[in-house]
């Protein structure tokens, strides 16, 4: 089927971030590369250092490469590691956010405007302040509203803020073991798309059973990065990653900033160590964008692939052909 095989085998794509701007589809993912760097919880193989823009008119159509929209050598207070992206757009303007670590290797979350959808985008001289961790997710809502969702566990550092500052020997903790989990992160953007105008607050997901947030041991169902946001039939659809259980799950709010109530699995596990995705209508469907490693059979080389999914009277998200099972 077209909608499962990699929209573009010329180079390794990975963490899709899709949107709908002038009635097509646009992609934003990261850029994998070549290296030698062996893999490590710290997640130093995921060495990438630029973004490209993909465009089509069609799901399992043509796809355009609109080639490097953003490098690292343009942003000035970045060191390494351009990870996953995501984009909007407000003010006529489109915003690229993007997770880098900054001189003092801590990650941080800077944005870039450009004119079109497809770039190229210019970068803030600084990061957003008051930003850190991964896995930037930007949700304008029906109101104009914009809000910035973001973090990620080990690599992705989330864990070293728990005490409200950055602090380098919670590192190697990884994430807490009881009690409950940690979680992504939420503030509301101001107009201008590149600054934030509220404090940062938790993404709380509660398990349906008990009303009361995940715990950090229900490793099945908690946050562990890829933050994306949705709505669908007035409802508020915070999905992420579970990470080292791999799968993708949802939970569903009345509020962008929740909480939310968990709703189940959307994706089980793909080849690959990571899974990151997001969620989009194009033409009266819905599709899921996601990621594996079916072509390079290495963790930090991934291709983007596609899936049609289905809501049900009840607003549950299912796949709407069953997924084959991971050898």
């Given at each position: 089927m077209a909608d499962k095989e990699p929209i573009a085998t010329h180079i390794f794509t990975a963490d899709p971030s899709a949107h709908v701007f002038n009635s097509k589809l646009y992609i934003?993912?990261?850029?994998?590369?070549?290296?030698?760097?062996?893999?490590?919880?710290?997640g130093d193989q995921y060495d990438m250092n630029d973004y490209h823009v993909f465009s089509m008119e069609s799901v399992g159509g043509p796809v355009t490469d609109h080639g490097v929209v953003l490098s690292q050598d343009d942003i000035p207070w970045v060191s390494k590691q351009l990870w996953a992206p995501d984009a909007a757009t407000a003010n006529?303007?489109?915003?690229?956010?993007?997770?880098?670590?900054?001189?003092?290797?801590?990650?941080?979350?800077?944005?870039?405007?450009?004119?079109?959808?497809?770039?190229?985008?210019?970068?803030?001289?600084?990061?957003?302040?008051?930003?850190f961790s991964i896995d930037p997710a930007c949700f304008v809502d029906e109101d104009g509203g914009a809000y910035l969702y973001f973090g990620g566990i080990w690599g992705g550092q989330l864990q070293c803020w728990t005490k409200g500052k950055f602090v380098q020997d919670d590192y190697t903790n990884m994430e807490a073991c009881e009690g409950p989990a940690l979680t992504a992160k939420v503030a509301k953007l101001n107009p201008d798309m590149k600054t934030?105008?509220?404090e940062v607050t938790d993404v709380v997901i509660?398990?349906?059973?008990?009303?009361?947030?995940?715990?950090?041991?229900?490793?099945?169902?908690?946050?562990?990065?890829?933050?994306?946001?949705?709505?669908?039939?007035?409802?508020?659809?915070?999905?992420?990653?579970?990470?080292?259980?791999?799968?993708l799950c949802y939970a569903i709010g009345d509020s962008p900033l929740g909480p939310f109530t968990y709703g189940g699995r959307i994706l089980e596990p793909v080849k690959g160590w990571t899974t990151h995705h997001s969620i989009a209508e194009f033409k009266g469907k819905w599709y899921l964008f996601y990621h594996d490693t079916s072509i390079s059979g290495r963790n930090h080389l991934r291709c983007v692939k596609i899936r049609e999914i289905?809501?049900?009277?009840?607003g549950k998200i299912g796949l709407a052909e069953p997924q084959p099972k991971l050898e």
């Open positions: 934003y993912p990261s850029h994998d590369r070549e290296t030698d760097i062996k893999d490590n919880d710290n006529g303007k489109y915003y690229l956010y993007f997770p880098a670590r900054d001189k003092d290797g801590v990650f941080r979350i800077g944005v870039a405007e450009g004119d079109n959808p497809e770039g190229p985008f210019k970068p803030e001289p600084d990061y957003i302040q008051g930003s934030l105008a509220t509660l398990a349906p059973e008990t009303g009361k947030p995940l715990l950090a041991s229900d490793h099945d169902k908690r946050f562990f990065e890829a933050a994306w946001m949705h709505k669908y039939n007035g409802k508020y659809y915070f999905s992420y990653s579970t990470g080292d259980t791999h799968y289905v809501y049900d009277e009840e």
